[in-house]
Nanobody, 119 residues
Framework: QVQLVGSGGGLVQAGGSLRLSCAASGIPFSFYDMGWYRQAPGKQRELVAVITSGRNTNYADFVEDRFTISRDNAKNTVLLQMDNLNSEDTAVYYC?????????????WGQGTQVTVSS
């Protein structure tokens, strides 16, 4: 059974920081690309950051060097350090695990963790 358990969300003032964590189980973690997505009320889910199995990273333009994604394969964990938060970062943040190889396409999602930034 695959589980992605996200944590670390909460309420923070503008300019503050949060660190999101996602613990994965039931998958060969080191082979998976890991990402964070977010969905604000009334908006579509969007990519925030991704770190591949080879540790290449990619960030959405709105991140503007404020966030850092990292992974610890020994702990099956992916982290998202978020600094200099603003009210537009308020959303539910979802952890994603993705694997693509040939005809194999796997996608798993965590339950989401709420991030609220007060201005």
């Amino acid at each position: 059974q695959v589980q992605l358990v996200g944590s670390g969300g909460g309420l923070v003032q503008a300019g503050g920081s949060l660190r999101l964590s996602c613990a994965a189980s039931g998958i060969p973690f080191s082979f998976y690309d890991m990402g964070w997505y977010r969905q604000a009320p009334g908006k579509q889910r969007e990519l925030v950051a991704v770190i591949t199995s080879g540790r290449n990273t990619n960030y959405a333009d709105f991140v503007e060097d404020r966030f850092t994604i990292s992974r610890d394969n020994a702990k099956n964990t992916v982290l998202l350090q978020m600094d200099n938060l603003n009210s537009e970062d308020t959303a539910v943040y979802y952890c994603n695990a993705g694997y693509r190889s040939g005809n194999i396409r796997n996608d798993y999602w965590g339950q989401g963790t709420q991030v609220t930034v007060s201005s």
